[in-house]
T-cell receptor, first 109, second 115 residues
Framework: GQNIDQPTEMTATEGAIVQINCTYQ??????LFWYQQHAGEAPTFLSY??LDGLEEKGRFSSFLSRSKGYSYLLLKELQMKDSASYLC??????????WGAGTKLIIKP | TAGITQAPTSQILAAGRSMTLRCTQD?????MYWYRQDLGLGLRLIHY???????GKGEVPDGYSVSRANTDDFPLTLASAVPSQTSVYFC??????????????FGPGTRLTVL
């Protein structure tokens, strides 16, 4: 079956760095997406990886290892506004997104 | 531009009643999607449409129907609501269903409670 695993909740300190891991198993693979979702709001796109390696975009970076079925989202210089859920989603061979349950990130001052 | 709009924002519905959740996008995207989001679960795809005039079933289509008469609108209908359909419903769109970093844009969601 198809499955996405990510931690349910993480806590980090303002100004620090946090890494949110995601492992996936899909029928075929057409890329890995990360979305941010603030409480009560819609998900918004953060990053996309389809090749192995690190993609950097400002304070956020995303890494992919296709051979290991593994990705992580790295958030640097954490700010209070980064408190949100982070959703990992893998695109399968039918171009449908398989979503993880999300990681709730709590930032403490 | 508005992006994607959904209506209503929230609704309480009696079991057995029918309801249509509305979704409109102004980005001229070809592909549109309906998801439900439940606590502790990932977003689950209900139905999708690759382009106007075509629709397809997602992971959890039972009890729901959709239509795609034009590019902009993608309504979701619950013919006879049941309590297990209590959820937050998100409509999304993307330029196409495949090809590269084809991010999906989400509407603000409809919070539906079926009693």
């Amino acid at each position: 079956g198809q499955n996405i695993d990510q931690p349910t909740e993480m806590t980090a300190t303002e100004g620090a760095i946090v890494q949110i891991n995601c492992t996936y198993q899909t029928s075929g693979f057409n890329g890995l997406f990360w979305y941010q979702q603030h409480a009560g709001e819609a998900p918004t796109f953060l990053s996309y990886n389809v090749l192995d390696g690190l993609e950097e975009k400002g304070r956020f970076s995303s890494f992919l290892s296709r051979s290991k079925g593994y990705s992580y989202l790295l958030l640097k210089e954490l700010q209070m506004k980064d408190s949100a859920s982070y959703l990992c989603a893998a695109m399968d061979s039918n171009y449908q997104l398989i979503w993880g349950a999300g990681t709730k990130l709590i930032i403490k001052p | 531009t508005a992006g994607i709009t959904q209506a209503p924002t929230s609704q309480i519905l009696a079991a057995g009643r029918s309801m249509t959740l509305r979704c409109t996008q102004d980005m001229r995207h070809n592909a549109m999607y309906w998801y439900r989001q439940d606590l502790g679960l990932g977003l689950r795809l209900i139905h999708y449409s690759n382009t106007a005039g075509t629709t397809g079933k997602g992971e959890v289509p039972d009890g729901y129907s959709v239509s795609r008469a034009n590019t902009d609108d993608f309504p979701l209908t619950l013919a006879s609501a049941v309590p297990s359909q209590t959820s937050v419903y998100f409509c999304a769109s993307s330029d196409s269903i495949s090809g590269g970093a084809n991010e999906q844009f989400f509407g603000p969601g409809t919070r539906l409670t079926v009693l």
